[in-house]
Structure formats: C-alpha cells, structure tokens
C-alpha cells in the first residue's frame, strides 16, 4: 500500500526496526509546546522515556508544535507534555499518539508489534493519570508519609482508627478509579518498565510506593472495618 508522507512523518524502514521518539523542547514559551521527531533503530536509541496514559476525549483538541508545524493533540496529552515538560533542557520520550503515524496503517501495526520493545528498552515508563483533583494531592502525601514507615501495617492502623486518614484513603480509592486503569494496555507498558514513575498533576511517586501501599493495605483488611467502603469493595 503507497502512502504519502507529510513534512511531519518520515517513512520509517521496518527492516531495521526504526521508531520515532519526541524531543519535547523545555520550557521557552508557557503557553507553547514544541515536539521535534527524531527516528532511531530501536536498538541504537539514546536513553528516552515511554509514555503511559489515556489518549482522552479526541473532540477536545490542543494544539502543540510538531516538527514546525501545528498539530492537533487530546486534551490530556497535552496536560501530559505541559506537565512534564523539562525546564532546563530537552527530553526525549516515546509517544503513541505522535510516535505513530496514524494514517499509515501498514505502518502502525509495525509499530504496535513494536510496543512491547520500547517499554522494555525505555530507561523510565512515565505514567500520566490526569491532572489534580478529588484531592489527588492528598493521595500523595499519604504515599510519601508511608514510605517513611518502619511498620507501614501498624502506622496504617493507628492512624485509621483515629479517624486521620479516612480523606487520603478516599482519595487514593478515586485515583485508581481515573479512567487511565481501564486501559487494557496497561499491564504490558507497566510490567516492562524497568523503572516506572506515577505523574497526578504536578505530584508524582514510583510505582513501588503504590505498590507498598496496596500490599500494607492487603494485610489489614479486617482491622480497618470502613476499608471496604471507602474504597468500594463489595
């Protein structure tokens, strides 16, 4: 199948496993983001983070600079790039929704077959859940608190019963009810990172302090009669 190229996407060549990654340009202009494409073989890439997120409502479109040229991004990806944007020198990251060609359909199940690759080779998996809210803020003060815990079971426990945590507990409950976790592609992009990091707005925590907190939570489960409720256990 022929398929013209814009000045955006070059043809990748498929027999050297080519991919795209995205210099997102730092902080220059506030309210502009720049992207720039740059094609590597897979196995011969610079070190580069791979995204993980929700694409988000395509009938709400920001506008970024790709390769010089507007381009049309979701809402959320675009909350993404502002947020992590570096402000002292470029990043570079891998991006479906801009790493891919989109209209190359031959094109994009090479790169698809190629996903599993680039989350293994990226040195970093950086998480997008979405920007703050239902007090997300607080969800990660009480991961930081925790990691701080020498008993983090008992500290869970002390600080439950005396009514102190039940407004964290709620929140972190909302944060993994965010429409990010429904992704059916989460499992493969988290499993094979080597290092994974959790972004909520301008907070953020690695992923082995929400794995902490659900193993501390999963050994007091009878000692917190509201764990049920609060986060909507039958």
């Known amino acids: 199948m022929s398929v013209i190229h814009t000045g955006i996407y070059p043809e990748l060549d498929a027999s050297v496993q080519q991919i795209l990654l995205m210099r997102l340009k730092r902080i220059q202009d506030p309210d502009e983001i720049e992207v720039k494409l740059e094609t590597h073989q897979i196995y011969q890439c610079p070190p ?25 991004v979701t809402r959320n990806l675009y ?13 570079l990251m891998w991006i479906d929704a801009l790493g891919i060609n989109q209209q190359d359909v031959e094109e994009r199940e090479h790169q698809v077959d190629l996903m599993k ?16 809210s239902d007090n997300s803020d607080l969800a990660f003060d009480l991961l930081h608190m925790l990691a701080w815990q020498d008993d983090p079971v008992n500290w869970l426990f002390d600080h439950f019963m005396s009514c102190q945590l039940e407004d964290q507990l709620l929140a ?37 302090l929400f794995d902490s907190f659900d193993a501390a939570m999963g050994q007091t489960p009878k000692a917190l009669p509201d764990y049920g409720r609060i986060f909507g256990a039958s």
């Open 172 to 208: 972190i409950a909302k944060l993994f009810m965010r429409p990010y976790w429904k992704r059916l592609w989460i499992v493969q992009e988290i499993a094979m990172g080597a290092k994974v990091r959790i972004h909520c707005g301008c907070r953020s925590a690695s992923l082995q």
């Open 117 to 132: 690759r680039i989350y293994s080779q990226a040195q970093q998996v950086t998480v997008w859940l979405g920007e703050q």
């Open 48 to 72: 580069f983070n791979a995204l993980s997120y929700a694409w988000g409502d395509p009938n709400e479109p920001q506008m970024i600079i790709l390769n010089g040229i507007r381009h049309a």
């Open 79 to 91: 909350s993404a790039l502002k947020h992590l944007r570096p402000q002292l020198q470029d990043q």
